[in-house]
């Protein structure tokens, strides 16, 4: 089964400076990518996902992340953030098939200005 | 395009009772799946439907157990609550395939077992 492991549990950053999110994900002949941000008293909402192709991938709200095979990561990036990027962010996992998503424990960001 | 839909969203039960949970995916969705959020294990899987079918069951003990209906709509349920089950369940729905796709979750029903 696969397994994700966020390396930090809570990211402070002031407004304005940039930020990056990782995540460690067990390794395997092939798996798909997300990040999902939670809201304060919301649901999950997708910021991207990696299938194929192209290691870097652009997402919503200016969010990246590059997947890198053989370190097996998938981190996040923003080169600047607002305040409302405060916020839950979690890495997921797929396999193909697998009708599910193994997510990470999530990292809380916290935008101060 | 209404979003998906879940009802109760806040709860509080007594160790021992049963809760049923309801969700409404988004329209044209035929997969729907139910996690458990809680501060100290994140974000745990505990089934997936498709087309009235379990396709997927996540390692949970059998007091929960879920369904779905001919129209999609989903439904969860847990008996003899213990204090551990307090916790935001959520409910997500898909269009395609779930691991590839995009998973389109509720705002969830926070359920406090006291």
């Known amino acids: 089964a696969q397994s994700v492991t966020q390396l930090d549990s809570q990211v402070p950053v002031f407004e304005e400076a940039p930020v990056e999110l990782r995540c460690n994900y067990s390794?395997?002949?092939?798996?798909?990518l997300f990040w999902y941000v939670q809201y304060p008293n919301q649901g999950l909402q997708l910021l991207l996902k990696?299938?194929?192709?192209?290691?870097l991938v652009k997402g919503i709200n200016g969010f990246e992340a590059e997947f890198n095979k053989s370190q097996t990561s998938f981190h996040l990036r923003k080169p600047s953030v607002h305040i409302s990027d405060t916020a839950e962010y979690f890495c997921?996992?797929?396999?193909?098939?697998?009708?599910?998503?193994?997510f990470g424990a999530g990292t809380t960001v916290t935008v101060r200005a | 395009k209404a979003g998906v839909t879940q009802t109760p969203r806040y709860l509080i039960k007594t160790r021992g009772q049963q809760v049923t949970l309801s969700c409404s995916p988004i329209?044209?969705?035929?997969?729907v799946s139910w996690y458990q959020q809680t501060p100290g294990q994140g974000l745990q899987f505990l089934f997936e439907?498709?087309?009235?079918?379990?396709?997927n069951k996540g390692n949970f003990p059998g007091r929960f157990s879920g369904r779905q209906f001919s129209n999609s709509r989903s439904e969860m349920n847990v008996s003899t609550l213990e204090l551990g089950d307090s916790a935001l369940y959520l409910c997500?729905?898909?269009?395609?395939?779930?691991?590839?796709?995009?998973?389109?979750f509720g705002e969830g029903s926070r359920l406090t077992v006291l």
């Open positions: 997500a729905s898909s269009y395609g395939d779930v691991a590839s796709g995009e998973l389109f």
């Open positions: 390794s395997s002949v092939s798996v798909y």
């Open positions: 990696y299938l194929s192709g192209s290691t």
């Open positions: 997921a996992v797929s396999d193909p098939g697998d009708y599910k998503l193994s």
């Open positions: 329209s044209g969705h035929r997969s």
């Open positions: 439907y498709f087309s009235e079918t379990q396709r």
